[in-house]
């Protein structure tokens, strides 16, 4: 009998994460005409009374509204595993959506609601804070992106840290889907990545490669050393007692012929 595994890679989970994300999304403009912003927030403060920080300027604060409106009451869709993200702890009080406990970023473009180009990225991950570029270490290269048609999508990540579509950077404002507006970005609130966070898998990469590259270096110099002594001239010194023994039995039979 063959056990299966219910672990899903990180990509998987972030995939199927983000388009939960966007069905909220979608909820929430039907219910208050456009996607979570200043004006919905204080919609929300004033139709529900909510004491959750709705006006942070990052992913965190923009989802927050999802909750305080009742379309979530789990913060479990927030998560992707990238660095300096932790598992969340669906305490939906004060505390919703705390420091790290979302990986992904909410891009606001357009008339930000459902309305517009259907492919403008919408929700996106592993986007590093602060930047428009990408981390291409928690999804072994690959970014995940949610489009305003609620398709989610894995791109590849140029060396540079750019998601390129059509030959051109995602968040380019000369993108068709953006119509003219550039995008404004909220990033996550993430714990700044150590060194060793952002290097742990080069540095182990290396390190093996390295003891490879010696261990191989060593039993050639070991197999040379061989060859050369094994090609090497005898010394009578060497021989030890054979030779010795061949001298005297040659005396002797010099000695017998005279």
């Known amino acids: 009998m063959v056990k299966r595994s219910h672990h899903r890679p990180p990509i998987v989970s972030a995939l199927s994460n983000a388009r939960q994300i ?7 403009d039907s219910d208050y005409s456009g996607f979570p912003d200043a004006r919905t927030a204080a919609i929300l403060r004033e139709t529900t009374h909510t004491t959750l920080d709705l006006d942070d300027p990052t992913s965190n604060g923009v ?23 932790v598992r969340p702890d ?17 891009i606001v473009g357009g008339t930000n609601s459902s309305t517009g180009h259907s492919n403008r990225p ?13 981390d291409p270490e928690p999804f072994e290269g690959q970014a995940v992106i949610l489009r305003l048609d609620n398709s989610a999508v894995s791109v590849p990540i140029g060396r540079d840290g750019v998601v390129r579509i059509d030959g051109k950077d995602l968040f380019d404002p000369s993108q068709p889907y953006w119509e003219g507006s550039g995008p404004v970005v909220k990033w996550p609130d993430l714990p700044r990545a150590t060194w060793w966070q952002r290097h742990a898998t080069a540095c182990v990469i290396g390190a093996v490669v390295a003891f490879i590259v010696g261990m191989f270096a060593g039993l050639s110099m070991w197999g040379r050393h061989l060859a050369k002594k094994a090609c090497r001239p005898s010394d009578p010194a060497d021989v030890g007692y054979p030779t010795r023994w061949n001298s005297r039995l040659a005396r002797s039979s010099s000695m017998k012929e005279e």
């Open 22 to 28: 966007g069905l909220a999304l979608f909820d929430f």
């Open 122 to 134: 919408l929700v996106v991950a592993p986007l590093i804070p602060g930047t428009m570029k990408f």
């Open 63 to 85: 989802f927050r509204q999802l909750i305080a409106a009742g379309i979530l009451s789990s913060e479990e869709i927030f998560q992707a595993q990238c660095h300096g993200s």
């Open 90 to 106: 669906n305490r939906l009080g004060a505390g919703a959506l705390a420091r790290g406990e979302c990986g992904f970023a909410f």
